[in-house]
């Protein structure tokens, strides 16, 4: 009888060190997990390609971003339709040519590039280049009277600490240029809102002159309101931040193919959730992309800050956690608008979310904290330089 217990208890414990170690055995190693780049698409900073050897790097890494060349369209259009519907008074000296002056994020970032592009080749001054001071003369409708149009002025707005879409170098900018150009700028066009708030800070800022902005954040739809900004571009962060989560959400879930990008954001998952706005995903880059939309003094108050998407409801998901990146903790898109949209969606899908935040500059501010990988289910990257992507998938090699 002793011997039949024994036997009975040691079967047992060879049975669980057997369970346990297929529990081991079945842990996802870091290389395997889901990876999610956002708002900083992996890519060359000088020809603005891809870089699709991080976009493989396993089945399960994502982009989820914005169309950024819908994006400089439409911020072209808000431009072109504020003029056409102006007087011709806009041109402030009375010369035939509406001059301006243009804030350039960075560079070597997709979205920066593509609203330069957008802003050009809407005004007809787009001369083959994204880079500053490359256009040529162009032509608007101007209260129905077609006028010439010059570029007075591009620079990429860098701070002294090498950070880019810097507001305090736009406010310096902006002084420069009032005093240099004087009456021959006609318009102020940013590449977002930050730079156009820090436009509008200088303390010389000729009055009355029209600037357009991009992000729709607060301060800048409050500005709309106010009538000191006359235009900005809505990249619907919160479908963006939803997104972001979502594919998170259906990968830990077990989901592929098409339904990766699909449950949840064209049509409702297994929780009954649905994000509101329109995406689209763009199979060759593996992007999921929101939408664009204007926004003038017609239409900001559909923008104030406080509405969320009553599509995402709280989900009885298993609890999962995501180690998520924020290349810039002094950006004022990310800080005011998307990271506060992460924090109020996560908990709805039971995404528990820890954020470190960079500096903007050095890919060590994020990179450093990018660590005890371990302890995460997955990963959602905000990268400092767009063609650092690699340094982080080195770092879930093992």
Known sequence: MKKTIAAAVFSAVIGIAFIGCSKQAAKV?????????????????????????????????????????DGGSVQGRLITDYLAASPVSVDRNGDGVIGYVLCIGDMGHNNSTARTEGIRKALGTWNGSTDPGVSKEGSVQVG??????????????????????????????????????????????????GM?????????????????????????????????????????????AAGTLQVLRNLLDGLSGSDVYTKGISEADQYGNKITPLMEYISDARALLAKNSGVNIVNCQQYTAGQRDAGIRQTNAPAKKVLLTVFNSGDNWLSSAYVPALRYYAPFMNLDLTIVQGDGQNESSCLDK????????????????????RDYTDKLKY
């Open 29 to 69: 190693q870091n290389k395997d997990k889901p990876l999610v780049f956002y708002n900083r698409q992996p890519s060359d900073p000088t020809t603005g390609e891809i870089d699709m050897a991080v976009m493989n790097w396993n089945p399960q890494t994502y982009y989820v971003g914005v169309d950024s060349l």
């Open 144 to 193: 129905g009277r077609m006028m010439r149009v010059i570029e007075l002025e591009s620079r990429a707005m860098t701070g002294t600490d090498g950070s880019t879409w810097n507001a305090n170098a736009a406010t310096d900018a902006m002084s420069g240029w009032a005093t240099r150009f004087g009456t021959q700028i006609d318009m102020v066009v940013s590449n977002n809102d």
């Open 196 to 240: 156009a708030m820090g436009c509008l800070q200088a303390s010389n800022y000729p009055s009355g002159v029209p600037i357009f902005g991009y992000d729709a954040n607060a301060d800048a739809i409050e500005a709309i309101g106010a009538g000191r900004l006359s235009g900005t571009v809505s990249q619907n962060t919160d479908a963006q």
């Open 370 to 389: 990018f660590t005890n990988l371990n302890n995460y289910d997955a990963y959602a990257i905000n990268v400092v330089k767009t063609n650092s992507g």
